[in-house]
């Protein structure tokens, strides 16, 4: 398995997760909120922030815009190509919002959805690039991707296996970087009982390539199931606010979760530690409090074969263990002892 560093930060199995801020298009096309999101987002701990480089033209074609006439995606009710015109992001924007991010210390990623967004990204100096689930059977898109020789993370939502199998080997044959798959349902939002965070580790055995999970469940508990099941990348919409008009602001990570999200996800990292069994020190320690020992069960004299109803067990575990038990039985006591009194290997011959 190939693993792939972003900024530093090295991704895949036994490293901590890389966790992605999708403000997508949440920044409603206004500069000032992208900045802010950005903002929110680096303050929340995340490792990027992520936006989706499509235009008016290279997303949906001109019939399906005519049959899309009226349209309320945001709430507001217009034509589909004008909603889709307001939510872009020009090559301008895409500069001013790397810049930005340099400036601020966020890595900036985006998704790439045509080969034009392909070279503007890598004028940009992306680190890699992603793809959206709607595209792993856009061979030519990945194709033009592979050919930058970056690292690729490739969202599966909607595809099958033959599918995924396919779109890595164009990525391989046509000369990509590292690739790490997300595991997605392309459901807004997904319901827990439909998310299927097996999947994970089918995808892992599968390809032998890392995997990660883009969420669109509402909360914190099943992408943080997912790095319990070894998702090396985390990938959660964001916003300033849910009840903010716009497409994805309803089914994302608030600050105060997505906050949350990065605190439980390097929690849960670490909480994972290792396969082998390992008692520390502390615990070590703790036996003697937490255990038992042999006490008399009653008043004994000495000179008497001890009996297995003689002595009970008692804490603290710093004498004659119950698991000795055997090797104290018959034995004759060196001493009288009172009820409940500890038992030394001194007291028996």
């Known amino acids: 398995m190939v693993a792939l560093s972003l900024n530093g930060r090295v991704i895949g199995p036994g490293e901590a997760p890389f966790i992605i801020a999708e403000i997508g298009s949440n920044h409603n096309g206004s500069l000032d909120l992208a900045f802010r999101l950005i903002d929110a987002a680096r303050e929340c701990g995340v490792d990027a922030v992520k936006f989706q480089s499509w235009s008016k033209s290279s997303l949906i074609s001109s019939a399906e815009y005519a049959r899309n006439t009226r349209y309320s995606g945001d709430g507001r009710v217009g034509g589909l190509e004008e909603e889709v015109e307001r939510y872009q992001l020009t090559p301008a924007q895409h500069h001013e919002i790397a810049a ?114 883009s969420d669109h469940t509402i909360g914190t508990a099943v992408p943080l199931a997912a790095v319990a099941l070894g998702a090396c990348m985390l990938e959660k919409h964001f916003t300033l606010e849910r009840t903010m008009p716009g497409w994805d602001h309803a089914i994302s990570a608030d600050p105060p979760e997505m906050r949350a999200l990065v605190n439980g996800a390097h929690d849960v990292f670490s909480a994972l530690g290792s396969a082998v069994r390992y008692i520390d020190a502390t615990e070590l320690e703790k036996r003697k409090a937490f255990r038992r020992r042999l006490v008399a069960a009653r008043a004994l004299k000495q000179g008497a074969r001890l009996k297995s109803e003689d002595v009970d067990f008692k804490r603290p575990g710093t004498g004659i263990g119950p698991d000795e038990l055997s090797y104290a039985v018959g034995r004759t006591l060196t001493r009288d002892l009172e009820s409940d009194e500890e038992l030394e290997w001194s007291d028996l011959r």
């Not at 690039?129 to 030519?140: E, G, I, Q």
């Not at 396919?166 to 807004?188: F, M, N, Q, T, W």
């Not at 055995?205 to 999970?213: C, E, I, N, T």
Request: charged share 15%; aromatic share 6%.
């Open 100 to 213: 930005y991010c340099n400036r601020t210390g966020v890595l900036f990623l985006s998704s790439v959805f045509s080969p034009g967004e392909v070279q503007l990204l890598d004028s940009l100096g992306v680190p890699a690039f992603k793809v959206a689930s709607m595209d792993v059977t856009h061979l030519p898109l990945l194709a033009s991707v592979a050919h930058r020789h970056k690292p690729v993370i490739l969202s599966t939502g909607m595809a099958t296996l033959g599918e995924i199998e396919r779109a890595l080997e164009v990525l391989r044959v046509e000369g990509s970087g590292p690739v790490v798959l997300l595991h997605c349902v392309s459901k807004y939002p997904t319901p827990a009982a439909e998310v299927h965070l097996r999947n994970i580790v089918t995808l892992s055995r599968a390809f032998d390539v890392p995997v990660g999970y």
